[in-house]
DNA sequence: CCGGCTTTCTTGAACGAGTCAAGTCTTGCT
DNA sequence: AGCAAGACTTGACTCGTTCAAGAAAGCCGG
C-alpha cells in the first residue's frame, strides 16, 4: 500500500488529500488510459458514494498540477495516465480504440524543432500513431 | 469558378455531385480548420437549406474517402481541411484554440519509425503541437 | 428523355461527455 | 476544538454528434 506516495504527490502539489483523490489515483494506476466513465466505475469499486463530478474535478486538479496526464485521441472520450515526464508517445488502434505507450523514437523531444510556426511559441509536440492493435489485427470483422 | 475540380474531385471518389456537397468544399476551402458549426454556417450562406446532419454526413463522406482530412485537437470540436497528403501537422493555441499548419518539420513522415509498439502495426503519425499563437501571446489576458 | 434504383438529404428525436451552480461536508491550520 | 478555504454531492443543463424514417435528388440503362 504505497497510498502514502500518493499522499506525498498531492500535499507538493498544494492539493488535499481526499478519499476521492487517493481512490482516482489508484484506479488509474490500475487501469492506464482509462476513460472517466471507467475511472469512475473503478472508484466506485472502493468508494461507492463518489460523485461523477467528483471524479471530473479531481482528474481536472491532477491534470492541472501535472500528477496525471490527459489524451484525448480523435473520437474517443478523455483519458488519463500516471506516467507522467517522460516523453512517451501513443498508439491507437483504428478498430477498438485501445491505446498503449509508445516510447519516443527520437529519444529527445520529436520534432519539436517546428519550423515555420505562423507565430505560434510552441510549447509542447504530442505524437499520435494510429494502426491496428494485434487483436484486431487477428480478429478482421469482429463487432 | 474551379466548382469543375470539386466535380472531378466526388466523382473520382465515387461520390454523387451535389449542391450541399460543392458548398461544403468550397466552405472548407475557405474557413480551413473551421469545426463543423462554422462550415455549416459557411455553406448556409450559399445554401441556405441546408440541413446540419447534410453537413455531418457530408463531411463524414469526405473524410472517409480521404477528400478532406479531419482533426480534432483535445478540447475542440472536430475540424477540416482541404490540404491532404501531404503530411503536415498542426499547431494549436492552448488559449484562443485557433490551429494553423506546420510543415512537417523532419520532412519525411516524422518519427514514424516508432519502435516497440506492442504488436500494433502504425500507419500514420500525427503530430500536433501546443503553443500559443501570436495574438494571444500579446494579449495576456483577454476574454 | 424517362423510369427506376440507389444514394443522399430533411426532419426531428436522442445520446453521451462534459460543465454549471448551489449548498453541504472535510481538511488542514490554529 | 473551531474556523475558513477547499472539495464533494446533487441535479439540471449544454453542446457536439449520432440515430432513424421518410422524401428527394443523382445517375444509369433503355
Redesign the interface.
Known amino acids: 500500500m504505497d497510498d502514502s506516495e500518493f499522499e506525498h504527490l498531492l500535499r507538493s502539489a498544494d492539493l488535499r488529500v481526499t478519499r476521492p483523490r487517493l481512490a482516482v489515483l489508484r484506479a488509474v494506476r490500475r487501469h492506464p488510459h482509462a476513460d472517466t466513465g471507467s475511472v469512475l466505475a473503478a472508484v466506485r469499486v472502493e468508494e461507492p458514494n463518489v460523485s461523477h463530478q467528483a471524479v471530473y474535478d479531481v482528474l481536472g486538479a491532477l491534470t492541472d498540477s501535472g500528477l496525471v496526464r490527459?489524451?484525448?485521441p480523435?473520437?474517443s472520450a478523455?483519458r488519463y495516465e500516471l506516467r507522467v515526464g517522460d516523453n512517451h508517445?501513443h498508439?491507437v488502434?483504428r478498430s477498438c480504440g485501445r491505446v498503449?505507450?509508445?516510447?519516443?523514437?527520437?529519444g529527445h523531444r520529436?520534432?519539436?524543432?517546428?519550423?515555420?510556426?505562423?507565430?505560434?511559441?510552441?510549447?509542447?509536440?504530442?505524437?499520435?500513431?494510429?494502426?491496428?492493435?494485434?487483436e484486431c489485427?487477428s480478429a478482421p470483422a469482429a463487432t
Chains 1, 2 share one sequence.
Open positions: 490527459r489524451i484525448q480523435a473520437g478523455a508517445h498508439v488502434c498503449a505507450d509508445v516510447d519516443c523514437a527520437v520529436p520534432c519539436l524543432t517546428a519550423s515555420a510556426a505562423d507565430g505560434f511559441v510552441i510549447d509542447e509536440a504530442e505524437v499520435t500513431y494510429w494502426g491496428t492493435c494485434a489485427a
